[in-house]
């Protein structure tokens, strides 16, 4: 028994799909933050 487990099928697309709902979300958060500054 090898520490290493190979993906599944299924593993592969969801840490895609997690990774870029990540992405997504911190940057939705930093434009946020940009909004929240008045131009000067």
Known sequence: ????????MLEAPMGKMAIFL???????????ALATISPT
């Open 22 to 32: 990540g992405g997504f979300l911190v940057l939705t958060i930093l434009i946020g």
């Open 1 to 8: 028994m090898t520490a290493y487990r190979e993906f599944t």
